[in-house]
């Protein structure tokens, strides 16, 4: 039988976190989802991350096949190293919502992570992290985003100002301000779901994420930093998810949806954050500039003068911002005469080496290094470095449970910090996140993988789903990411490329 589907979307919700939430009865109405369900773990892609994570999520294809491997896109271009963050047009296969649109369905997607610039279906599209900033054109149809603002005035689409303004803030004011925020969403939600009968209904939640790499000792009693009267205090946000959860749940079961919550990775504690390119800028192998901090200062001046720019200076000035947008912070300042090895990350666990040098004993020796690393109290630091396909000599390394590599110009900071709760990122992904289906949906088994998930919701709408025979399917080739941005390229779209960097950065995700 055709059923119609609602997904609920909790960005980085992991047992780890439910589990302890259920048991000290916050979360009653996702403890009657797991009882009365399918429950069980979701294994997130490699890097678990969530562009990655959600775009495997929307095509059926695991990391390596659509190659979206992080918030940027990171290439080669006449020798020099360049990045460029990625948006919903680098996701080049063909993703649920456009066959289930092509086949007719109505189709209503709120929040979903690398949904931006929003991209024409059949019903609506509200853009998800990151959207540059709220005055973008981030709904599908255009005109819906007036109607948003009607239906939830003040409705705030970003995340931008949060990260750095939440360190002088107390949990209840960051618990606070972010249940605010989700509360925005589940009142467009409900207030969506009343108003017509949609096919496939999806809403997300991004705060989940951000509340756990922030206050992660808060609600992992097993965390040397952890109290018992900070887990009351974030206990509260998750009482509230569950509660708007619910009303979402309601809405769906009283119109016939099979209803599926998910996340695109779990979470854990982060005990070291590794500045890996810091380290091989101490062992002479990543070699900077001399006038390295004037580029990354007037980089970031140029970027952030975007708005003057465009309306006082001439064509040729623009377009050296432009350069300057794109052509991001490290590329513009490594010393490609002297430079061996450097390292592009994306605070998470997983990180690639690029090797400059052809010189194999050089690169041997850099990555027996690498491998060998530990913290002070001599564990290791690297769980393995591998080879990876594609152009370029490059690298895979994936750090120790626990590991982040996070980084991306070198520092005079040292290259091995333990962070500082309320301060950085104290909770970092790992990939077991979490799936519960109500009892219409009939998995094959526990645990799924997230690139399984959108084959649950096509045959659901008895639509035939094989994504390795999608059209325009990614090949893995960095030149083919590259095009996928040039074909975008506008100085609007550069210039967004530019405020949605700086609002990762503020976040803490690069
Ligand atoms: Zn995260």
């Known amino acids: 039988m055709m059923r119609k589907v609602l997904v609920i979307g909790i960005d980085g919700a992991s047992w780890d976190v439910l589990n302890p939430m259920i048991q000290s009865g916050c979360m009653p109405r996702l403890q009657h989802a797991v009882q009365k369900g399918f429950s069980g773990t979701l294994l997130s892609t490699e890097p678990p991350i969530t562009p990655t994570a959600w775009t495997s999520f929307q095509t059926g294809l695991p990391a390596h096949e659509h190659n979206v491997l992080g918030f940027r896109s990171f290439f080669m271009e006449n020798g020099r190293f360049r990045s460029s963050i990625l948006f919903s047009s680098s996701m080049r296969s063909r993703h649920i919502w456009r066959i289930l649109s092509d086949h007719g369905r109505r189709v209503c997607i709120l929040n979903l992570p690398l949904t931006y610039p929003p991209f024409p279906v059949n019903g609506i599209l509200v853009s998800g992290f990151p959207v540059p900033s709220g005055d973008a054109e981030y709904t599908f149809p255009p005109e819906f985003k007036k109607e948003l603002y009607d239906i939830v005035p003040g409705f705030k689409v970003m995340q931008s100002g949060i990260g750095a303004d939440q360190k002088e803030m107390q949990i209840e004011e960051i618990v606070d301000r972010w249940s605010a925020m989700m509360f925005q969403k589940a009142r467009l939600a409900i207030h969506l779901l009343r108003r017509e009968p949609w096919d496939v209904f999806m809403v997300h939640i991004q705060e989940s994420d951000l509340i756990q790499h922030y206050l992660w000792p808060?609600?992992?009693?097993?965390?040397?930093?952890?109290?018992?009267?900070?887990?009351?205090?974030?206990?509260?946000?998750?009482?509230?998810?569950?509660r708007l959860a619910g009303e979402i749940i309601d809405e769906g079961n009283s119109r016939g949806f099979s209803v599926m919550l998910l996340s695109d990775h779990g979470f854990q504690r982060c005990r070291h954050i590794v500045k890996?390119?810091?380290w091989l800028h101490r062992k002479g192998c990543l070699v900077l500039r001399k006038d390295a901090k004037r580029m990354v200062v007037s980089t970031i001046k140029r970027i952030m003068d975007l708005p003057a720019l465009h309306k006082w200076k001439s064509t040729m000035k623009h377009s050296a911002v432009k350069a300057a947008a794109t052509n991001q912070y490290l590329g513009s300042v490594i010393d490609y005469e002297k430079t061996v090895a450097f390292v592009e990350t994306n605070a998470t666990h997983v990180a690639f080496l690029h090797l400059l040098t052809a010189d194999s004993l050089v690169c041997n020796r850099i990555i027996d290094e690498i491998k060998a690393l530990t913290d002070p109290g001599g564990a290791g630091l690297v769980r393995t470095v591998s080879e990876l396909e594609g152009p370029g000599n490059r690298r895979k390394i994936v750090f120790a449970d626990g590991v982040a590599a996070a980084g991306i110009v070198p520092d005079g900071k040292p290259w091995l910090e333990t962070p500082i709760p309320f301060k950085q990122h104290v909770g970092m992904h790992h990939r077991s996140g979490v799936i519960i289906l109500d009892d219409t949906f009939e998995p094959s088994r526990m645990p799924l993988e997230i690139f399984e998930v959108p084959a649950l919701i096509m045959s659901r709408q008895r639509i035939p789903f094989d994504p390795l025979k999608s059209d325009g399917r990614m090949t893995g080739s960095l030149e083919k990411t590259k095009g996928a941005f040039a074909s975008f390229g506008s100085s609007d779209a550069d210039k967004e490329r530019g405020e949605v960097e700086e609002q990762l950065r503020g976040l803490g995700y690069l």
């Open 218 to 242: 808060c609600m992992d009693p097993s965390d040397p930093a952890h109290r018992i009267e900070d887990f009351v205090r974030v206990a509260a946000f998750y009482s509230r998810l569950d």
């Open 276 to 278: 890996i390119n810091n």
